[in-house]
């Protein structure tokens, strides 16, 4: 049985995200939990001012965003869910990214899945701004969903790596898991700098990984470029990739890509969802 955390702000990319869940998910037990958050301002001094504040104010917001999840669940069963699927809604009044770490402990969640806004999302507080902290503090993988994502099942996966990562089982397991739920092809993608060749960890970490993936088909691949998010997106393009998925390190790949991209002909932000691992 999966356990997923679905974190809302009742927006349209929060329900896009939601719905690609549902979709990915369609055939396996899950349990979703739809998690909103009200969140306590992070400057200096929030926490004891707001919680010592009108108990009777946060009552009455907890008490919306009760009835905003239970809507959000009526709205579910019009797709309809898979009979597979149970839902537990969960309204929070406290630090964003404190709860998501709460709640990804006590719950035992697998997978995070965000909406993210794009380049908007840096502008104010929104789940695309938040998908980043969570990207960034929170060490569960998670799965970002572009606000202009429409499911397609992922029967390409590209997983672009220098191969200098000691691989942990568990950033495997994750990667496998979702490969062979979907029974994707697993694209291995080396971005290397002209006449640049593997060192021996780097063909060692390539081996195992290989050892690793025989029950999972894959391949791999190998490009020469200075810039990885282009590179990428040649891939991306070449293969008609339906999913990426970057082990957590590549933190500064994400911001750019994500969220403001530095080069505009970069368009596979904007559709493909990216699978983020945590070592």
Known sequence: MFQLLVPTDFSKNAWNALKYGLKLFENINCTFYLLHINPIPTYSGAGSSVKGSSKMIQESVLRESKESLDQLLLRIKDIPASAKH????????????????????????????MGTKGSSGLKEVTMGSNTGDVITKVRCPLLAVPENA??????????????????????????????????????????????????????????????????????????????????????????????????????????????????????????????????
């Open 86 to 113: 149970s839902f537990v809604s969960v309204a929070l009044h406290d630090f964003f990214v404190d709860s998501i770490k709460r709640e990804v402990e006590t719950k035992k969640i697998d997978l995070i899945i």
């Open 150 to 279: 429409a499911f397609i099942k992922p029967e390409e996966i590209a997983f672009p790596t220098d191969y200098f990562l000691r691989y942990d089982l568990k950033v495997l397991n994750t990667l496998v898991e979702m490969s062979r739920m979907n029974k994707s092809v697993l694209r291995v993608l080396h971005v290397s700098k002209k006449g640049e060749e593997l060192n021996e960890e780097q063909l060692k970490n390539k081996a195992f990984l290989h050892e690793f993936l025989q029950d999972i088909e894959h391949s791999f691949h190998s490009l020469t470029g200075s810039d990885l998010e282009t590179a990428v997106q040649c891939f991306v393009e070449s293969r008609n990739i339906d999913m990426i998925a970057m082990v957590a390190k590549n933190l500064n790949f994400f911001q750019r890509i994500l969220f403001r991209p530095k080069v505009e002909q970069i368009s596979y932000h904007t559709d493909i969802p990216f699978l983020v691992l945590h070592e």
